[in-house]
């Protein structure tokens, strides 16, 4: 066929994308209740495992720790073998972990606790390397940035999740109990991804996601997929557009990770209890979700990435000063504003530089850029917790706080350098094509619509 007089391909966007969107949603949520679900409740941990507070954080930075050496893995198996294999890798290790995690019901079986948790962190590279890929792969260009900020979000939501659901539920019930909960919930995902999940539709929905394809597909057939792999990794070294996202993208994931760390903690020692902390953090990853929206469909209609992330980090360090002026005991609607303010600013900068990384580290697969974020991302959060954790052990809870407002002014710093260009998106919009029209009834059937070339 031809358009324009110029080579056209059929793409278009499958009728199925969104449920592929949504069960990718639940995955990445189940991980990151997983991760957190014990840290809101740090007391009733202490008490049913009789340990200190430093291993119940560690239930937590272990999630951190087994990322770092999965995330290659996880890269090459999501862009090598897809991403159906990826996601029930990663989702079978949450429901096998969970298990686990079921049977530490007492001090004797802390080990469990441990074990547990860690083979379900083994799973989260695989989640977390996954929403650009799945946006790609899904999503035309004119919805791609809202598809990768609502898979970017399912984690935070999860997290929110997760940091409000255990005090509720341990109010009534134990600790235990919550766990077999997580590990029933954790199998029913499992059952849903293996059913429904699919890598990819029949035809692709840009011509960049077509390009990718016949790249995998002819390193696949060649035998050639782990050193076109590892040539990925040395583009990403060299490309310095990408190291700036890859820097500010880690910083922020640090800031979030710790933050949902030790809400509990820092909001502790001014009198508000683990319920009045879940509330709290709850508030700022609703807010961030609703700022990401309003990002996505923004950055979809004017791809204004280094304004809006400039924007964001400004807003996010002022905000973290204020938080850190007002906090005190009995003010907790007013803490509850600050919060929302902070999470509306702060969280959009997650999905907004794992879209930006993706355009700029084109044609490298998706799963790899953001893989390496994520990791560097964890070495951060370790880092940032401890150095966190120290301040408010010792009584400088506010200083701990203003970490958070550094690394964001930080960010803002290193953002006004970055000088890249939107290559996948220019890609896409260089190439005439032929827009494929799925049929309602039949999605795998479809007939071919050619258009002009832009």
Not at 143 to 162: C, D, F, H, K, S
Not at 219 to 244: C, D, E, M, W, Y
Not at 313 to 318: G, K, R, S
Not at 417 to 446: C, M
Request: glycine share 8%.
């Amino acid at each position: 066929m031809e358009a324009g007089g110029a080579d056209a391909v059929q793409v278009g966007a499958h009728p199925r994308r969104w449920l592929q969107l949504l069960l990718f949603c639940a995955a990445a949520v189940l991980n990151a209740v997983l991760w957190i679900t014990y840290s809101p409740i740090p007391d009733d941990v202490q008490e049913l495992y009789d340990v200190s507070p430093f291993y119940v954080n560690l239930l937590s930075v272990v999630y951190f720790i087994a990322y770092v050496p999965g995330v290659f893995v996880a890269s090459w198996l999501l862009d090598v073998h897809g991403l159906r294999a990826g996601l029930c890798a990663g989702v079978g290790c949450c429901m096998l972990g969970s298990i686990i995690r079921a049977a530490a019901y007492n001090p004797k079986t802390f080990p469990l606790a441990i074990v547990g948790q860690s083979i379900c962190a083994i799973g989260q590279p695989f989640i977390q390397n996954a929403p650009t890929k799945v946006a790609g792969k899904w999503f035309p260009d004119t919805e791609r940035a809202v598809a990768v900020t609502i898979a970017t979000v399912a984690n935070p939501i999860g997290a929110a999740l997760g940091l409000v659901i255990p005090p509720l539920v341990t109010a009534f019930v134990s600790v235990p109990a919550l766990l077999v909960l997580d590990a029933v919930v954790a199998a029913l995902v499992f059952l849903l991804i293996a059913l429904f999940f699919r890598s990819k539709p029949p035809l692709p929905p840009s011509y960049s996601a077509l390009e990718q394809d016949r790249l995998e597909s002819q390193g696949r057939a060649a035998g050639t997929s782990g050193g076109a792999f590892l040539q990925g990794i040395k583009t990403l070294a060299t490309n310095p557009h990408f190291l700036v996202v890859f820097v500010v993208y880690s910083l922020t994931v640090a800031c979030f990770q710790s933050l949902a760390t030790l809400a509990a903690q820092i909001l502790a020692p001014f009198a508000y209890s683990n319920i009045q902390s879940g509330a709290l953090s709850a508030v700022l990853v609703v807010s961030g979700v609703l700022g990401s929206a309003l990002g996505g469909k923004l950055m979809d209609r004017f791809r204004a990435y280094r304004l809006a992330l400039l924007v964001c980090y400004a807003a996010a360090a002022y905000s973290n000063v204020l938080f850190c002026v007002l906090l005190a005991k009995d003010r907790f609607v007013v803490m509850m504003l600050v919060s929302a303010f902070f999470g509306f600013v702060l969280l959009p900068t997650l999905p907004l530089s794992v879209a930006l990384a993706a355009e700029v580290s084109y044609p490298v697969p998706e799963a790899t850029p953001i893989g390496f974020m994520v990791a560097a991302g964890m070495i951060a959060s370790i880092a940032m917790i401890a150095a966190m954790s120290a301040l408010i052990n010792n009584g400088y809870v506010r200083l701990g706080m203003l970490t958070i407002g550094a690394v964001c002014a930080l960010s803002y710093v290193m953002m006004c350098t970055f000088r890249g260009t939107l290559k996948r998106w220019e890609r896409d919009q260089l190439h005439p094509g032929a827009v494929v029209a799925y049929d309602s009834l039949h999605d795998d059937d479809y007939h071919v619509e050619p258009v002009s070339p832009r």
